[in-house]
């Protein structure tokens, strides 16, 4: 992401950062589609390794229509031989109808599974339909996705573990790091803790007990 550099900041996650803008010299830089080629030949050179790429904001459409234009999870699964998996957060609250849509776009690319990330810290995960709540996996529109692998339940943190977690983002380490942070006290790493095992035992759920494996 091009305005929000935040996974590279991770120093334990070794994040090799891309710059997909074009002309450094321009006050308005856009984004260059071809860089992503740069992220696809990394996966067809390397053997045994799992990538996370992450997205932001500010280029997603741009990496969706990369993808979709240029069939890059067919080639990655049938050419380079390893699984596409993409993981989406749905965010409660007024972007409840924005993430829906996009959860069925991207659920058209062919050839490709899909981990939800249920995310209720914003709000509910409903949607208003004639005066009614109605939870999106109720909806029609969910319902007819054929490719979910598992959705992800992030857990509802208190005013105190919000603080924890906040503590490991603004600090940009991780929640291993927070737990074995020697600045930090017993019960702010215990809270850490609790929360990386709940959200652990969540993607168990869904990579083991499903089977699922994990490239993009």
């Known amino acids: 992401d091009p305005a929000n550099s935040t996974f590279s900041k991770f120093e334990a996650l070794n994040v090799l950062y891309v710059d997909i803008l074009k002309d450094e010299n321009s006050q308005a830089r856009a984004i260059d589609q071809s860089k992503f080629d740069r992220i696809i030949e990394s996966i067809s050179f390397t053997d045994g390794t799992h990538f996370v790429i992450d997205t932001g904001t500010s280029n997603y459409l741009e990496m969706y229509g990369y993808m979709r234009n240029y069939d890059v999870t067919s080639i990655i699964t049938n050419d380079i031989g390893k699984p596409v998996v993409i993981h989406v957060p749905m965010v409660g609250g007024a972007a409840m109808d924005d993430c829906l849509n996009e959860l069925k776009n991207i659920a058209k690319l062919e ?49 105190v573990q919000t603080k924890d977690f906040k503590l490991c983002l603004d600090n940009n380490i991780l929640l291993s790091e927070g737990i074995l942070n020697t600045d930090l006290m017993l019960m702010q790493k215990t809270r850490i803790k609790k929360i990386r095992d709940v959200i652990f035992s969540e993607l168990d759920n869904v990579f083991i007990s499903e089977n699922v494996e994990t490239t993009v």
């Open 111 to 159: 050839n490709v599974k899909i981990v939800i990330w249920d995310m209720p810290h914003l709000g509910k995960l409903v949607l208003n339909a004639n005066s009614k709540e109605v939870n999106y996996k109720e909806t029609k529109s969910f319902k007819e996705i054929d490719n979910i692998s598992g959705v992800v339940n992030m857990p509802v943190l208190s005013e």
